[in-house]
């Protein structure tokens, strides 16, 4: 069974840059698409965007001047770019295999920002 | 404000039968199915049902799913307290090309 365990700085300041990267275990990251969401404290889910392992990918519009999803085949792990943060973007981040069907999902990491 | 419409809490007896609805979205998503959600307060969401009404290796069958239209419904039967959670209803936006959720749904069963 694939697990997702991700890791990241959890604290920014406002126009920081963010970086999460999300390893893959028990499968392999071809032959599927992979997602970044988020979710802030007491909201619901906010989907990021999404690679496969050829590197194609496919961005939240509200997000996409921000957003930069990767792909590391070799270390077998993807990873999330979100440049300048504010408190807005303070939220749980999640990885997640899927695209539209998210069936594995990483532990989450709190990001807060902080002005 | 979400795309999707669901109920903000539905409630209902250990036992007993529940239904949350999820509706909205564009026209054009007519023909893009649905995927259901269940998150435990501090845990991350889990995958229930899948092409709307397909259920995943291990998921129990008193979890169903349907739709029509753009409204899907997620049903949950014989209750129990391990069912209280966030439920959450997910699709693909033709019209903003993006995943799309709803703002979920807290199940709480008394």
Not at chain 1, 14 to 27: D, P, Q, W
Not at chain 1, 44 to 72: A, C, F, M, Q
Not at chain 2, 4 to 30: R, W, Y
Request: proline share 4%; charged share 15%.
């Amino acid at each position: 069974q694939v697990q997702l365990q991700q890791w990241g700085a959890g604290l920014l300041k406002s126009s920081e840059t963010l970086s999460l990267t999300c390893a893959v275990y028990g499968g392999s990251v071809s032959g599927y698409y992979w997602s970044w969401l988020r979710q802030p404290p007491g909201k619901g889910l906010e989907w990021i965007g999404e690679i496969n392992h050829s590197g194609t990918t496919i961005y939240n519009p509200s997000l996409k001047s921000r957003v930069t999803i990767s792909v590391d085949t070799s270390k077998n792990q993807f990873s999330l770019r979100l440049s300048s943060m504010t408190a807005a973007d303070t939220a749980v981040y999640y990885c997640a295999r899927g695209s539209q069907v998210l069936d594995s999902w990483g532990q989450g990491t709190l990001v807060t920002v902080s002005s | 404000q979400s795309v999707l419409t669901q109920p903000p809490s539905v409630s209902a007896a250990p036992g007993q039968k529940v239904t949350i609805s999820c509706s909205g979205g564009s026209s054009k998503n007519g023909n893009n199915d649905v995927s259901w959600y269940q998150q435990v307060p501090g845990t991350a969401p889990k995958l229930l049902i899948y092409e709307s009404n397909k259920r995943p290796s291990g998921i129990p069958d008193r979890f169903s799913g349907s739709k029509s239209g753009t409204s899907a419904t997620l049903g949950i039967t014989g209750l129990q307290t391990g069912d209280e959670a966030d439920y959450y209803c997910g699709t693909w936006d033709n019209s903003l090309s993006a995943v799309v959720f709803g703002g979920g749904t807290k199940l709480t069963v008394l």
